[in-house]
């Protein structure tokens, strides 16, 4: 009788055994596919040594860049390009402002600096505000508006009311021909004009601003200084 028991305990352990080789095995084919399979899938370029900021999948270039887009600065080729849609309206914008204004400086007749206008439905004065800078672009003085919009943001954002009036005095400050200014922000071509950014914008994915693309790529995650400047730095050493 206790050789009978001793012969079961014994086959017993040994299917024991058996069951939990089997188990390790399996295990460890599963978590050998897992493995494979994700070195096998492609990741986000990165472009910040501390992983902040990536950047995704390129975009069709003729719907970032247009002939009469916009120019911040001389243009500087095509090699390396830097667009933001952008609301002048937009808190995050104005924080992001001076960080695109010292990347302009630095990286000077390096980069073409090209700004698109994606006035937001929140935003009461988005539009007149973009409005304004491209009846000011028409009697070139784009660059000092779009600056001017920036600058003085704290003092007209957020507002439930009209500034058109406030934005046709930064005009007059500027010596802009106010009758022109007048006609061309009254001008359906000039909303036009605004709102064709706008849908170039949504076309490739823009759902906020500021948005950023280098090279026809978004820049996801961090949009700081350093994360953009690690994006342009990048986009210049490559061949």
Known sequence: MANRTSRTQAASTRAIVITTTLVVLVVAVIVSLVHANRSEEPSPTAV????????????????????????????????????????????????????????????????????????????????????????AARQGRYEQMYQTMYETQLSWGEQQVSQAPTFRGFAERLGLDMAAYDRDVADPAVRDRVLADRDDGISVGVQGTPTIFVNDRPVEGDRSYPALKAALDQALAAP
């Open 48 to 135: 910040a040594e501390d992983g902040g900021a990536t950047l995704g999948a390129p975009v069709p270039a003729a719907l970032l860049i247009r002939p009469d887009s916009h120019r911040l600065g001389q243009p500087a080729g095509d090699r390396v390009r830097f667009v933001e849609f952008l609301d002048f309206e937009c808190e995050a914008c104005r924080a992001a402002y001076p960080s695109v204004e010292r990347l302009r400086a630095e990286y000077a007749g390096q980069v073409d600096f090209v700004a698109r206008y994606f006035p937001l439905p929140g935003h009461r004065n988005a539009e007149p505000a973009a409005l304004a800078v491209e009846a």
